[in-house]
């Protein structure tokens, strides 16, 4: 091809851009060094790791690390203890009381897992397990909740009670449904957001009724 | 090598005219495919004529036929193929909502509003919802009813969660396969014009329990007249959608096997609702206030003794 011969690029147009490399790749040397570190530093690792997430939960900024780096000790804790709490309530003769231990974590793990793939169905970017890392995470909230009503349920079991249990708990709802779609909503399809975002306004909603109607013995 | 003259853009003539030049040249001839008119606007449309086809829908049955084939080619043990039952969007859903909450007379539901594009978002996050609100909507109920009696202990009443679970997931799902068994057996036997498939049969169902939940939030009001109304309004509104999705389907039928079918449809959507109020709301025990009654027997027991 002839034409092509005089074909060049002048030596005055500058070529330049930007490589990003993903943070978090492991050389040989790290992976050996960790095998080699005291087991305190290891947990201390993970252990940071979730409170730097639950940070992030409770003040929601637009950032990637809940997304990049999924971790699931921290919905396993908040569930467990979230479930353990909610025992104890009152267990009639009839046995209608309030949720098992078992039926509270199959609720959140079950309910987390539909929801994530609803919004995969429904055409979303997001993986699985990074969906479930925050849907777990934005749990905390909740078991805040949880834990503030124990307490004012030693205080009595009156009206005024139940009002501030239901401000906390109201308040508590709209912060995880809040936190939980900041996360979220930036994967999905610009037209079907609501479409998304309503399973985990009901998710939360159905959580947060279980905690409301704790009664105690 | 082409020349650069063979490169620049030529003004081709007319065809008339390079055919008129050349008359035995091979010709190729695409038609612009007829345009059919969308129902989406149809209120714009003759409501008359219109209104066979829209039962029918034989008015776009090619185009459809043709939609379904191209959509759900993916083999069915790829995720891409379970994403094809969830290929709407926001407004579509809330447009299939009103139409499932207003049913227009004459329209039909699935050629409306479904046109080839089932869903099972719908029918799941409603099925869902409804669960949830017969479940805390009862528990409310009851909790205002027992109110004010000193031997009552609330109970937050957990279990009726997965009982009401079953039984909504079960209606939505296998009344539905029951229908579909039986128009297919139907089908083979006498050729109705309309048949569904089994998803736009769950669709319909599913969208049609809609109305069930604003009616389940409104049975917290423990009053025996106001919760049988609503009973009967949300039934007809629902009904209404039921039938006039099935009515096409099988009124070429035998006239007693139609009737009937259409009856069992009704006579299962009204168990389920009535099931549902008699199960998870307790009935009010209010007393009805006639303190008036005695006085008046008591005044004429006196004046006919006179």
């Known amino acids: ?217 | 090598m082409a020349t650069a003259d063979d490169l620049k853009f030529q003004e081709f003539d007319d065809a008339a005219n390079l055919l008129a030049a050349n008359p035995d040249a091979t010709t190729i001839s695409i038609d612009e495919p007829v345009e059919i008119p969308k129902n989406q606007h149809s209120r714009l449309q003759e409501p008359g004529r219109e209104e066979d086809d829209e039962l029918l829908g034989t008015d776009d049955s090619d185009k459809t036929e043709l939609l379904a084939g191209q959509k759900k080619s993916a083999p069915f043990w790829t995720f891409e193929y379970y994403q094809t039952f969830f290929d709407v969007d926001t407004y579509q859903v809330l447009d299939r909502i009103k139409g499932s909450v207003f049913p227009v007379p004459g329209k039909n539901f699935v050629r409306l509003y479904i046109r080839s594009n089932p869903d099972l978002y719908g029918p799941f996050w409603i099925c869902a919802t409804l669960v949830f609100t017969i479940a805390v909507s009862g528990n409310l109920s009851n909790f205002f009813i027992h109110l004010g009696k000193p031997t009552y202990h609330y109970v937050p009443e957990f279990r009726k969660v997965s009982i009401a679970a079953t039984t909504i997931y079960a209606y939505a799902w296998l009344v539905p396969l029951a229908l579909w068994g039986f128009l297919m057996w139907r089908n083979s036997k006498v050729m109705n014009i309309v048949s569904y498939s089994f998803l736009e049969i769950v669709c319909v169902y599913g969208y049609s329990l809609f109305i069930y939940i604003p009616t389940a939030m409104l049975w917290i009001i423990p009053q025996k007249v106001v919760r049988w109304v609503l009973v009967v309004f949300s039934l007809c509104l629902s009904g209404s959608v039921l039938v006039m999705t099935f009515w096409p389907a099988v009124r070429d039928d035998n006239r007693r096997i139609a009737v009937a079918t259409v009856a069992a449809i009704l006579l299962l959507h009204a168990l389920l609702a009535v099931g549902c109020l008699a199960y998870f709301f307790d009935a009010p025990e209010l007393d009805i206030p006639a303190p008036i009654i005695p006085a008046h027997n008591g005044t004429t027991v006196v004046t006919k003794s006179h």
């Not at chain 1, 409770?58 to 909610?86: E, F, H, I, Q």
């Open chain 1, 1 to 217: 091809f002839p034409g092509l011969a005089d074909v060049s690029i002048s030596q005055d147009i500058p070529v330049e851009g930007e490589i990003t490399v993903p943070v978090g790749s492991h050389s040989p040397d790290e992976d050996y060094s960790t095998l080699d570190e005291p087991v305190k530093d290891t947990i201390m690792r993970d252990l940071k790791a979730v409170g730097k997430k639950f940070v992030h939960v409770m003040y929601p900024r637009k950032s990637s690390a809940l997304l990049r780096d999924w971790d699931l000790w921290g919905p396993l804790v908040l569930c467990v203890s979230l479930a353990l709490m909610l025992q104890g309530g009152s267990a009639d003769s009839k046995d209608d009381g309030g949720p098992q231990f078992a039926e509270v974590f199959v609720i959140i793990w079950f309910g987390a897992v539909v929801i994530t793939l609803n919004s995969k169905l429904l055409g979303g970017t997001i993986s699985f397990f990074q969906s479930l890392c925050v849907l777990g995470y934005c749990v905390l909230p909740l078991t805040v909740a949880m834990l503030v009503c124990r307490l004012v349920l030693l205080a009595g079991a009156g009206t005024v009670s139940f009002i501030i249990r239901l401000i906390v708990v109201g308040a508590m709802f709209g912060w995880s449904t809040l936190a939980s779609t900041a996360f979220l909503a930036d994967s999905q399809p610009p037209n079907r957001k609501a479409l998304v975002v309503y399973p985990i306004f009901l998710f939360y909603f159905v959580i947060s009724w279980m905690i409301l109607t704790f009664t105690p013995q």
